[in-house]
């Protein structure tokens, strides 16, 4: 552990480019919100866009998101984790730009090329010819989710090769001297949680990049002409296999940073006890099993898969959830923690990270499932365990590192500004939870008019939503210019 | 009660509200009340606070088991198999589904109640999906027709109701999805009429 130095020049580096990361995700969010909010206009029959251009949007807003989600978490834990791992700045740059290119060519293929077959791009939806866009827009948005593959894959190996410099080999870093010990092995204590986390985001990242790839430079091979047309049940499952995990694998990511900033706030450090080492490892196999969750209405599915999948579901993410929330109530517990904007959204994060959790385990129960597939449902708990839970742990640690880096507090308005993104954003999703409810079906461009009640409830949601993080990123970009020069000189 | 949980959306909006509601109100008492409100940091032991915890995650996980063991009676392949099993009797009548971007060929669309009902379908090109949702605007059930398999997705149902039922894709297929609808006439079982094929067309 001899390069991890928090004055050193390597920390400084990737406080320098945790801001970046964060930066460019946060901006890219305020673009897809922008979109996210035409969508919901238009589904209130306020604003009306033409199909082909309702679905450009969405397929551009559901693939910008997740990619400046995962960017945001992999941006701020690289920065988090330097206390306890050391992280190369220069592979990280590298993922950055393959990664941003990525994201470039996607905005190609989706608002210049017309590439209009939603973010799951589910063959062979994306290369029939039967459709609007030219195939050169597929291609371009194929390629694009192969090199933000790539950025996450060259993340995932940096962190996986400096855990197991750190921790002595993989299991270490995982903490299995310890879980095996039923926590008695007090000369091997376990890693710090965000080492767990990300960790078992890693090896997971990994094989989600692997099966993705595959499928993608099949969708290529197919393109080319150089393959029959591929087998659309496997590819349904290979996209869900690389799509739910990519997804998922984004929240647990996210949760490292509330282990990193909660302590800050409320004054007590976070050590991973037994039940979160045990979690986290369950996590790395259990994260592969609930995908079949997005086949249950495939009957030729076997039912085996099925089965998986429900129970899968719920063994998962309930542990992680489970650990997290509750560990950090406890932490919080008559602590006198500090009421400032990251800690306003880490507690509005924690709850909606459980509500969305909910919903999710509901909707992945089959018989539940078998009236709320495919409708608003699946946006809403999506977007609560987004919006509310990984998205808001990136804007804490975001504002946290700023106001560290550039010595600016918090004013009562910016507290202001925390509550309103909270509270818009449960505004906006208990009106898609409602809508499901009400089966209202999921990437409909036109809305029945005893449909549109709900969106034009959400509208101003949305805007209260907007206005709150528009605040917070005033702030943030404002502090950008100290925090960067500071970044190079501060003693962390 | 379980039927209402396990087959209505609102069941599930209930469930989820339900579970939260409870889970809120510890987070709203321990954020705001013992959180910020605690003028100064207390010497409340911590690790005695590690057995809550434990006690919270075993009441959590026991409760999502609960829900989750008792909803496999109402999985729909399940019931599909026992009416399969049950109805080799009394015959069931097959209605055969073709999709096509952006429409639903249906061998029958006149039915009747009581009678269990084998929906197989396929695609024609792309995933499409075929939902039934009843007449008052609810979702009924969902199946998802795949291109290119060797046999159709298919499920057996019984309908209670009679009426009009709205026939919608719930799987994107392109720029005509949200328009891609037809309809069931379901009628209460009078006599042993031969089904017309076909003959009510959108
Ligand atoms: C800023 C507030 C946001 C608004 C107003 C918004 C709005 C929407 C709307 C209206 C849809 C279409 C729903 C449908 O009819 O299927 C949608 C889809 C989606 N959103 Fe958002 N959203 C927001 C934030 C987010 C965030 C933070 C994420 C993830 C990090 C996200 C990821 C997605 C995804 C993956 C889809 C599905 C796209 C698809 O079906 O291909 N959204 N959003
Ligand atoms: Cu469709």
Known sequence: MTDIDPRGERAAALRRLALVYMTTALGLFLLMGLLGLLMRLDQAGLFVLPPLQFYQVMTLHGGGMIAMALLGAMGGLANALSMAISLSPRLLWAAYVVYLAGVALFVIGTLIGGFAAGWTMLPPLPFDPSHEWPLWAAVVSCIAYLLIGVGFLLFCLNVLYAARRAFGGLGGALGWPYLFSAGKNQASPPPPPMVLAATAVSIDGVLTVAAGALLLMAMLAQAAGLVGSLDALLAKNFMFFFGHMTANLTIYLAAGLVYATLPVYVGRAWKASWPVVLAFNVLVVGVILPYPHHLYQDFVQPLGMQIVGQVGSYAAGLPVILVTVTGGLTLIYRSGMRWSVPSI??????????????????????????VMHNTLWVPAHFHTY???????????????????????????????????????????VLTLFLSGAAGVPRRYAEHLPEWQIFAKVGTPFVIALGLGIGWLAVEMFARLGIAWRNAAAHSA | ??????????????????????????????????????????????????????????????????????????????????????????????????AVSWAFDISNRNLQVGQPIRFSGTSFDTLHGFAVYQPDGRLLFTMMLIPGMPRPTSLIHVFEKAGTYTVRCLEYCGTGHANMQDRLIVVNNTSKSSPMAGSIEK
């Not at chain 2, 987070?27 to 809550?52: M, N, Q």
Request: glycine fraction near 8%; proline fraction near 3%; charged fraction near 10%.
């Open chain 1, 345 to 370: 959204l880490i507690a509005w994060g924690l709850w909606g990270w459980v509500f969305g959790g909910i919903g999710a385990l509901l909707d992945s129960t089959i018989a539940v499932n078998q």
């Open chain 2, 1 to 98: 009660m379980a039927k209402f949980l396990f087959e209505s959306g609102q069941g599930a909006f209930a469930l989820t509200l339900l579970f939260f509601f409870v889970f809120s109100i510890a987070f709203a008492f321990v954020i705001y009340w013992k959180g910020f409100a605690a003028p100064k940091p207390s010497t409340t032991d911590h690790p005695k606070l590690v057995r809550t915890e434990a006690i919270w995650i075993f009441v959590a996980l026991t409760l999502f088991l609960v829900v989750n063991m008792s909803s496999i009676p109402y999985m729909p392949t399940v019931i599909s198999n026992a009416l399969a099993a049950n109805s080799s009797r009394n015959h069931i009548q097959d209605v055969n589904i073709l």
């Open chain 1, 386 to 428: 987004y919006l509310l839970g990984a998205v808001a742990f990136v804007w804490a640690y975001f504002y946290h590192l700023t106001g560290e880096l550039s010595g600016r507090h918090d004013r009562f308005a910016s507290k202001i500004a925390a509550w309103m993104y909270g509270l818009g954003g449960l505004g906006f």
